[in-house]
Every structure is written in C-alpha cells, then in structure tokens.
C-alpha cells in the first residue's frame, strides 16, 4: 500500500506533575498538567528531535498553525523527525492555566522548567532542532542558556533577550482594556491593539486601504474587529493577561549576571531569524542576540507582514532552514 498524505497524525497527550511545581515567583502550583503534541517517531539513536515552541495564542500542534512548516513533506516531515511541542504553562489549550485573575505570576523561566519535565517524560537527552519565534523564541534562549549542551542546533525568530518597554507598553495597554472592559470585550480589544504591533504600517495599506473616499464602515476598522472577536472565540481572557506578564518578564540574563553574559552560555549552532518590518520585535534585537550567541548567523526576512512573517513567510524561511541544517 502506498502511504498517503494522512498516514502519519499527531497525537495529543498529556504529561500530570505530581510534585508541588515552585514557581520562579515563590508561588507554588500543585498538580500541574502539560498538554503536549508529538509528530512522527524517534529514531534508533534518538538524534531526530525537533522541539517547536508556539507563541502568545498558538497551541501545542504546529502542524495546526504552521501547516507548512510542520507535516509529510515538509522542513520538519514527521517522516524524518519526531516534532514536539508543548502548550506552555498558563495557556488555555490543555496545560495549567488561570480559570480567574487570582493565579500567579508564571514567567518564561517556569515555563521551560515544565518543557524540563516533558524532555524527562519522554527519555530525551538531546535535541536536534529547537526553534520559535516571539514568546516561543524566547522560551527556547531561557532553555539553551540554561542547558547549553541540550541542543544541537537552535533558530529563534523575531524575538529577544528580553523584553523591551516598547513591547512592555504593547501588553499593558491590551491589560489596561481587559481589566476596564467584560472579559470577553476586553479581549477583543486587547487583540485590536495587537494586530498594531504584529503587522505594519505598509500591512495595512497593502490591505486594509478603501479604495473609495468614504466616510465610515472603513475596512481597517472591520478587520480589526474581525481579529477581536476571531480570538475571542477560541482564546481565555485570562490566560491572555497571564501570558503578556510572562512575556514581560523575560530576561535571559536575570540568574547570569546580564544577557550578554547568559547568551554567551549557548553552545548550539544558531541562526538568529529577524522580520525586517517587525515593529515589535525589531531587528536590532535579533542583531544583540547574533552579536553575543558565540558563532551565531543572522538572517533578515523581507517581508510587509511585520511581526507575523515568522509565521507568514514560510517559504523563505524554509530555504534558510535548508542551507542551515545543510538538508
């Protein structure tokens, strides 16, 4: 029988923490789930691990939200590697999360020492790949500071070292409308204030532009009411408020002394991936990763999506994964 386009699926599991999971805050969370996705089968030797790690609102399928990235004759073909990925802690999608505003302060830091558990979990002693762009980015440069050795090579997107008070301003402005607003509006208007840091000016003039002179019902502002309620429909206004603290939080160099120091830890073979009209996550800071990772390569996307090109912009990013991994 030949095999079909469906004949490998992934398969959605969940891994329970038992032990009382200390928070970086002091905090403590007891029984801690991780909902997690694996794709395709370790080989002999378990060299074929290519660990995803999604971003603010994405879940732990990549395949659902990279589908040509991640699938049967793709980069990352779970014919060849066994993908994981994991819903990170204080998400809505199967992992420990907030049911209210009383939960506590989860950073990046906790959220790779739960990725930590699932590599026990399932016997991996090293990985071959580890890629994310934006908050998952920003897991992987936690987890390759903290275990320089763990993976062979290693390509974050569009993200950082730690967060910048222009990306700080971005989420508390969207923290500032789901605490004034009902939840559920709240949210969409956080999103509203997103789309604005994750496209561009030139997004939206390629389009969103009216072409008549009119003077209401203007296309820019439906679009940005269709991405509100878009997530509304899908994604926890709690989670989302937790999520951007987490983001916020980020500082590779806050247990090393400073960043520079922390990034100068990693040992893996590492391109730094950058959007070059990314307003949130600005190129300058994919060139501060490049310039202390030891060896490390930048590359810049050109792309009019801003932000959202490191999930847009798969073909391109594809021919450097390519050249990269010499595949």
Not at 178 to 184: E, F, G, M, W
Not at 201 to 217: A, E, G, P, S
Not at 219 to 238: D, H, I, P, V
Request: hydrophobic content about 40%.
């Amino acid at each position: 029988m030949s095999r079909t386009a469906t004949t490998i699926q992934p398969k959605s599991a969940f891994l329970k923490i038992a032990e009382p999971f200390v928070l970086e805050c002091g905090d403590t969370l007891q029984n801690v789930r991780i909902s997690y996705t694996t794709y395709g089968l370790l080989n002999a030797d378990k060299s074929n691990v290519v660990w995803v790690f999604h971003a603010l609102t994405a879940n732990g399928n990549p395949s659902e939200w990279w589908p040509k990235m991640v699938g049967e004759g793709k980069i990352f073909n779970p014919e060849e590697h066994f993908v994981v990925c994991a819903n990170m802690l204080g998400s809505c999608y199967g992992s420990t999360g907030p049911k209210n505003y009383e939960f506590p302060l989860v950073t990046v830091r906790d959220m790779v020492k739960a990725h930590k558990v699932l590599r026990q979990h399932l016997q991996l002693e090293k990985i071959y790949l580890g890629i994310g762009g934006s908050m998952g980015g920003q897991q992987l440069l936690e987890w390759a500071v903290e275990e320089p050795e763990l993976f062979e090579n290693i390509v974050p997107m569009a993200t950082n070292a730690f967060h910048s008070p222009w990306g700080i301003a971005f989420n508390e402005a969207q923290r500032m409308a789901l605490r004034n607003i009902d939840s559920a509006r709240g949210l969409e208007a956080a999103r509203a204030i997103a789309m604005l840091s994750y496209r561009h000016y030139d997004t939206y003039q390629n389009t969103q532009k009216d072409v008549d002179q009119r003077w209401d019902d203007f296309r820019a502002s439906s679009y940005q009411q269709y991405q509100g309620e878009k997530l509304r429909k899908r994604f926890s206004a709690e989670s989302y408020f937790y999520l951007s603290k987490a983001m916020d939080s980020h500082h590779v160099g806050r247990h090393f002394v400073s960043a520079e120091a922390a990034l100068k830890r990693i040992r893996s073979k590492t391109m730094v991936i950058g959007i070059s009209t990314d307003i949130l996550f600005p190129v300058s800071e994919q060139k501060y990763l490049a310039d202390h990772i030891p060896g490390a390569q930048l590359e810049i996307v050109e792309s009019p999506y801003g932000h959202d090109g490191f999930l847009t912009e798969d073909t391109k990013i594809t021919a450097l994964l390519r050249e990269f991994l010499s595949i």
